[in-house]
């Protein structure tokens, strides 16, 4: 202080430093989470749900029938690998049919079905994503509300329509209504189409392209990545199809794989390494598929999914 009694500016700016320090000691800090902590979290989940069962179900396969049937489970088979569970599983039949044979069932009945679907759906989506027709939006909103729906709601009274016409033991119930279009195809192609710019269909319009023109010439070039992505996606549905098959098909010969496996899986309950052989077969062609096309769904996937109008 000075002689006066008041405080010189020096004191009171180490005052105010001191002030600043005690208050700033009692701040809590927060600590940062690591962000790989969930990378981690997420990539155990993977492990132990996905790539656990993979490796056991590979291994098993390779392993003999008398070491596979032991109760000790081992990580790898003591006697080696082998691969008599995969000519097991070529060379058997189930009930008169072969996988081969099932293999081929699924891919003729799912294949052009597929094919045939996606592009019904294709235009479907064209005309809810860029023509204006009478109730437009409450069709619409009522597509989106059958995806609500389970899809074993209708299947007794499918069944019972398709005998009644005399589909049963036919493909027709399993690649006619496939071909008629999928609803969920239709949102997501809609979501493709509704980011096609509208300036470019009306300088289609204007050059004199009809609407079928303008589909055929425009938008369905410009969406062959949805196209495939939306292809390939339903046909693993339809490839891992289980529960229609089953009720359709009567006869033993026009099994689909899935179908097949059920009946390996019944006849040969004591051979672990021919049953984890028909899983590991009926998994390669969907592995090769989604290899060769992968940049396809990534993009078609992504673009589809961005929400508009």
Not at 95 to 113: K, Q, V
Not at 157 to 176: E, H, K
């Amino acid at each position: 202080m000075d002689r006066n009694g008041f405080v010189t500016i020096e004191e009171a700016t180490e005052m105010k430093n001191d002030v600043f320090l005690n208050d700033a000691a009692f701040v809590p800090v927060k600590k940062k989470r690591n962000p790989l902590i969930g990378s981690h979290i997420i990539i155990l989940f993977a492990v132990l749900f996905v790539i656990l069962p993979t490796y056991i179900m590979l291994i098993t396969s390779f392993t003999s029938a008398i070491e596979a049937n032991n109760a000790a489970f081992r990580w790898w088979p003591e006697s080696g690998l082998t691969l008599s569970g995969y000519i097991k599983a070529f060379t058997r039949k189930t009930a008169g049919n072969s996988l081969l044979r099932s293999f081929g069932n699924t891919m003729w009945i799912y294949m052009p079905a597929t094919i045939v679907g996606v592009f019904v759906s294709s235009m479907a989506a064209f005309a809810f994503a860029k023509l204006d027709f009478y109730l437009k939006k409450p069709m619409f909103a009522i597509l989106l509300a059958s995806l609500t729906l389970p899809n074993c709601i209708g299947i007794i009274a499918s069944f019972l329509m398709f005998d009644a016409i005399g589909w049963i033991n036919t493909a027709l119930p399993l690649m006619i209504p496939r071909m008629l279009g999928s609803v969920g195809v239709v949102f997501f192609l809609r979501q493709y189409f509704m980011g096609i710019p509208d300036d470019l269909v009306g300088a289609a319009s204007i050059d004199g392209l009809g609407e079928i023109g303008v589909y055929f010439k425009i938008m369905l070039p410009i969406a062959v990545p949805a196209l495939i992505s939306q292809f390939i996606l339903n046909f693993i549905i339809g490839y891992n199809d289980y529960l229609p098959p089953l009720l359709y098909l009567q006869n033993a010969k026009m099994y689909t794989l899935q179908i097949s496996l059920a009946f390996f899986a019944e006849a040969y309950v004591q051979d672990w390494p021919l049953r984890m052989a028909g899983c590991v077969i009926s998994m390669v062609p969907l592995i090769v598929l989604y290899l060769i096309s992968q940049k396809y769904i990534l993009k078609g996937v992504a673009i589809s999914s961005g929400l508009k109008g």
